[in-house]
Every structure is written in structure tokens, then in C-alpha cells.
């Protein structure tokens, strides 16, 4: 491993001088701090993180390796990677090997020996800001005049980067997932890939659902083409309000089919509805998000990544209800429509990593196609 120095600059002028792992060279992105205690490589491989450069919260990073079947992708999508201490020799049974190599074999630019607390509250008092880690350039000035003409995230269409050009079928599964989820009956399910994760196919493959996954810009009829039972739209990177092309299709599966929406997919649903998205200060970004489901007073521990939500006030009370809300900012977290059998929610049930308490949501979306 290399004890290369590396740069971190930020939106507001401050920097971090640090040391390079990972790939070398120079990236820009929104930086945003995720607070799990593990699941690095998960999180490096969700399609989400396009465009954005993660820093943890927790302090070491690596110390687990890396193996081939953690991943949500088919390679990293996050812009950089930025850690407290990053650990190069691997604990781990599982473990195929080092994210320093992974990282390199995959050009994706890290950093470490980084106070990420600082950093941290930094981003939760000033808010998600734009940064550029560098391995070539350490003069602040220099590294300023490339960060201020960089793109902020708001207004940013990054769904036509990640979604697939061709529709493909998926029936993997994970031998641990088909012990948690059993077969619920035999389901033909269409899945709008804005960036899906691998761990969300994988659970509705072990519920029993074949999957037909279509690419972003697909409209209804060729969706409908399959006769689905539902309609799945999937997690995704960027503005929900910026993938303009998307909504329309969905407005019109509305009332035709089930359709179950995570995370993009419940912004683009929200939007569809005729709500509105804005964008969060910092996000939430994590494994340990309280959500209450109103409809019990339940509270579950959930694993997010999203720095947009759907507005409260502007959703259509009449023919749309809020299901679950975040215990710690009080956005919305879940919505359902009271007459058709539409819902999603803002967080991630698939976890992947993080808690599983809301994997029920996978069984309610077969109830509702069972019972259509
Ligand atoms: N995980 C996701 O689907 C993220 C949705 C969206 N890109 C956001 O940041 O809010």
C-alpha cells in the first residue's frame, strides 16, 4: 500500500491534507457522511452514490477486506472515498482482498487519516457541500478553481448514467436471503432500474417473483407489454425532479398494476402523485435511521441513503396517505395511495447493508399482487 499524500478540499474553501489508498489521481462530488459501522463495500457498490463522494463516520475502514458477493452493483459507483483510518490488513474469513486494491483496481480515489468528525459536523451545520480529494495537485487554490465550476447535485439527472440500455431478467438469489424470505407464490414483476441494488432483486427473486428489469427510459406500454403483476421502481443517484422522463410513465401504471417504490422510486412516485421533492441539508445517509409506521406506532431502525425527500405539504391529502415518517427530522418517509395498491417508501428494506426491520414491506408488495 501506497503512503502517497492526498488533498481534500471543500466547497467553502477549507481543506485536509491526508494520505492516499485507493486509486491516485483526482475526483469531484458532493460529499455526504454515511454513519454505518460496516458495510463499506456495499455501500461503494449502490448505484445511489453516483456522484458523490461518502465519508464514514465510523473510524476504521478496511479492516475486513473485500469478497465478490457484498456487492450491490457490478462495480463502485461513488466518486471517492474518504476515511478516518483506513486499515490494510484484513480480519476476516470471507475476505478476498484489500479495499486498497479493490479500490485501485477500480480507479476510485480514497483518502485517509481525515478528522471525519470534523468533517462531519462541518457537513451537518453547513450541509452537504461540494469537495475534490486530489493525489496530484496540493495547492488549495488551484484545487478551488476546479471545485467552483463543479455542478451542485440539485438539478442533476444522474439516472441516465446508471440505467441499463437493453431490459435484461434476473432470477439470482443469496442462499441467506432465501432462508429469511420464502416463496409466496409465483409473480411476474417489472422493475424500473434507476440504479437498483443487487439485494432488492435478490429478495424479490427469493419471494417467488420473476423479474423483468427495464431501463429508465421505458415507457408504459412496453412495461405493461409483459402483463406484470406489479410494477417494481427501483433506488437510483441524483434529483428525482431532474429525471423528468420517468414520471409520466409511472402516472400512467398508476390504477393498471400493484407498484412498489424504494427510495428514487418513492420520489418519482411522489412526483407522479403530483407532490414535490426538495433537498435535505445533509441527507440521511446511515444504518440506524428511526422510522415510525403510523399505521402501528411502530418504530423501526432503517437503513437510508438519500439527500431529497417528498415534501409533506404538497401531497394530495384526498387520495394519498404519509405511512411512515423519520423520528428524527419528521420528513416523510413512506406514502400509500387509499383506494389502488400503490406505496413506497424512502428508506431501504433490502438493507445492505443495515437492519432488517422493515424486510416486511417485500412480503406486502406480493400480498397486494396476490390479492389483485
Ligand atoms: N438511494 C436513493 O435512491 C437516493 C435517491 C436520490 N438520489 C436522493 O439522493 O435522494
Sequence with gaps: MSFKKAMLLLEDKS??????????????????????????????????????????????IGNYGVNDEDVESTKPFAKGFIVRDYKDRTSNWRSQETLDSYLKKNKIVGIDNIDTRFLTR??????????????????????????????????????????????????????????????????????????VKWNILKILTALGCKLTVFSAFSNADEILSIKPDGVFLSNGPGDPAA?????????????????????????????????????LKFGHHGGNHPVKRLETGEVEITSQNHGFAVDYDSIDKSNWEVTHINLNDKTVEGIRHKKLPIFSVQYHPEASPGPHDSGYLFKQFCELMKSN
Design 15 to 60: 481543506f485536509f491534507l491526508g494520505r492516499s489508498f485507493g486509486a491516485e489521481g483526482e475526483v469531484m462530488g458532493e460529499v455526504v457522511f454515511n454513519t454505518c459501522m460496516s458495510g463499506y463495500q456495499e455501500i461503494l457498490t449502490d448505484p445511489s452514490y453516483f456522484g458523490q463522494i461518502i465519508t464514514m463516520t465510523y473510524p476504521l
Design 122 to 195: 462541518k457537513l451537518r451545520t453547513r450541509g452537504a457541500l461540494n469537495g475534490i480529494i486530489s493525489t496530484i495537485d496540493f495547492n488549495p487554490e488551484s484545487l478551488y478553481e476546479k471545485l467552483k465550476v463543479f455542478p451542485t447535485m440539485e438539478g442533476l439527472d444522474l439516472v441516465k448514467d446508471v440505467t441499463p440500455k437493453e431490459r435484461y431478467d434476473w432470477n439470482q438469489t443469496d442462499k441467506w436471503i432465501s432462508e429469511r424470505f420464502k416463496s409466496e407464490g409465483d409473480f411476474k414483476v417489472a422493475v424500473i432500474d434507476y440504479g
Design 243 to 279: 429525471v423528468s422522463y420517468a414520471i409520466n410513465p409511472i402516472k400512467e401504471l398508476f390504477g393498471k398494476v400493484p407498484i412498489f417504490g424504494i427510495c428514487l422510486g418513492h420520489q418519482l412516485m411522489g412526483l407522479a402523485s403530483g407532490a414535490k421533492t426538495f433537498k
